[in-house]
């Protein structure tokens, strides 16, 4: 993998690989064009820079001789002198389906097997997030759902974000690699599919190219201004006691208020929280007519000397930081990575 044997979609995985990183990399591999371009980029850049790559595939076992694809891609990956490990893990269906639970899955075999400040590199490129904004959009879930997939979100790193999903495939052909194609990719069952195979074209078509670029360029923009808008709200409830005033809460923009209540909930232990949940909370302060009380999951809010208190069955109160991460950013990752 010289540099002048580097074609220029090789050379535009590199150059995103080189750009997002800045030590030791462990690649989410899976077979696929994706992942497989984003394992050979990091392998040019680790050896340009001395930093060591090595990549895990996930074997999730839903589907018959998902255990010799797994080797079969590990062993295209090894040709190129990346070490290679293939995990097996168990995949137990929750109510949100097969797709989050083997995310779930994939992504705790990833953390359990990284080491040494490894960053965890995942396969998505700009067609996923055109997708996840679109999904976003469709859920009516608001600004942190249209901000997308982060391109960093603790160990885990997103270099693609960026590139194309067809030049991940002329990457390939670039470096004269083959890739899985996983048949779950091509499955109308899933909403993601249907979105890419369906949505996306017909957008295209009617409103002429770049609709995935545009929406790609939105996610950037929502992720700037609900970053923002967090970290406002963060630095608001730091000043605050357990309990919230409510004459201050009514103070604030709805937009801040809102967060302030998703983040004081979670504070409080609260985490399944919905929009309608927060709405709900909210009512207590600017719709206030005597309620007795508005249940979320696991807890009770209610409204009292005019102030909101959390009944929780545990006491313990977490202590207030600016969030990490979002269920937005959990729920985008839903096809295979790579």
């Known amino acids: ?110 953390l359990a097997s990284a080491s040494g400040g490894e960053a965890i590199l995942l396969g998505h490129t700009l067609d996923d997030q055109a997708e996840t904004v679109l999904l976003g959009l469709a859920r009516g879930s608001g600004l942190r759902s249209l901000a997308g997939m982060r391109p960093r979100r603790g160990s885990f790193v997103r270099p693609l974000l960026g590139v194309r999903a067809d030049t991940t495939r002329q990457a390939c052909r670039e470096w004269g690699v083959a890739w899985w194609d996983d048949p779950h990719n091509d499955e109308d069952r899933f909403t993601r599919v249907r979105v890419r195979r369906r949505v996306l074209p017909v957008l295209e078509a009617e409103l002429g190219p770049g609709v995935a670029d545009a929406l790609a360029r939105t996610a950037e923009l929502a992720a700037a201004d609900a970053d923002y808008l967090d970290g406002l709200a963060a630095d608001a409830l730091t000043a605050q006691d357990a309990d919230l005033g409510c004459a201050w809460l009514a103070g604030l923009a709805p937009a801040l208020r809102t967060r302030v209540l998703r983040d004081w909930l979670r504070a409080h232990g609260v985490d399944e929280l919905s929009a309608t949940h927060v709405g709900a909370v909210e009512a207590l302060v600017v719709n206030w007519h005597g309620q007795r009380g508005v249940q979320v999951p696991g807890a009770t809010v209610t409204r009292r000397d005019g102030r909101l208190t959390v009944a929780t069955a545990s006491t313990t109160r977490r202590p207030v930081t600016r969030p990490a991460s979002t269920a937005t950013d959990s729920a985008a990752s839903r096809r295979p990575v790579g």
Request: proline residues 4%; glycine residues 14%; neutral net charge.
């Open 1 to 110: 993998m010289a540099r002048k044997a580097l074609g220029p979609a090789a050379l535009s995985v590199v150059q995103a690989v080189g750009a997002a990183v800045d030590g030791p990399m462990l690649v989410a591999f899976s077979g696929g064009a994706d992942s497989t371009a984003l394992a050979l980029g990091a392998g040019v850049v680790g050896g340009r820079r001395g930093w060591p790559v090595r990549a895990v595939v996930v074997d999730h076992g839903l589907q018959a001789g998902s255990s010799a694809v797994a080797r079969e891609a590990a062993a295209r990956l090894e040709a190129f002198s990346i070490p290679v490990e293939v995990v097996g893990v168990r995949v137990d269906e929750t109510g949100e389906g097969v797709e989050a639970a083997a995310r779930h899955a994939r992504y705790a075999a990833l």
